[in-house]
C-alpha cells in the first residue's frame, strides 16, 4: 500500500505563516510530481502547487510569490512554505504524489486524506 500523510496544519493568524509537510511512505519504486492542492468550503478544488523530482515548480496565480513548495526525494517528503496567509487561503489542504508502486508498471496519482489550514483572527 501507498500512503501520504499531511501535518503542519492549524489556526494561523492574517499575516502569519505555516508549513506543511506530507510524507509517502509504502511499496513506492519511483515518486515523479508531488503538489498540493487546497479546498475552500464551497468551493473546487484548486492547485496550490507542483514540483517535479528535479526541483522545478509551479504555482497557482493566487499564492505565487507566497508559497514556496519543496521536496526532498531520499526522505519521499513534500513541503509548503505558506508566508503571507490571508483569510482567503483557508481551506483544507491535500497533498498528491504521482508515482510507480514497487513492481508496478505504471504511474498513478495518490491523495492525501487532507488538512485544515484556517486564516483567522
Known amino acids: 500500500q501507498v500512503q501520504l500523510v499531511e501535518s503542519g496544519g492549524g489556526l494561523v493568524q492574517p499575516g502569519g505563516s505555516l508549513r506543511l509537510s506530507c510524507a509517502a511512505s509504502?511499496?513506492?519504486?519511483?515518486?515523479?510530481?508531488m503538489a498540493w492542492y487546497r479546498q475552500a468550503p464551497g468551493k473546487e478544488r484548486e492547485l496550490v502547487a507542483t514540483i517535479t523530482a528535479g526541483g522545478a515548480t509551479v504555482y497557482g496565480d493566487s499564492v505565487k510569490g507566497r508559497f514556496t513548495i519543496s521536496r526532498d526525494n531520499a526522505k519521499k517528503m513534500v513541503y509548503l512554505q505558506m508566508n503571507s496567509l490571508n483569510p482567503e487561503d483557508t481551506a483544507v489542504y491535500y497533498c498528491n504524489a504521482n508515482l510507480r508502486r514497487l513492481f508496478g508498471a505504471s504511474y498513478n496519482d495518490y491523495w492525501g486524506k487532507g488538512i485544515l489550514v484556517t486564516v483567522s483572527s
Open positions: 509504502g511499496s513506492i519504486a519511483v515518486i515523479d510530481f
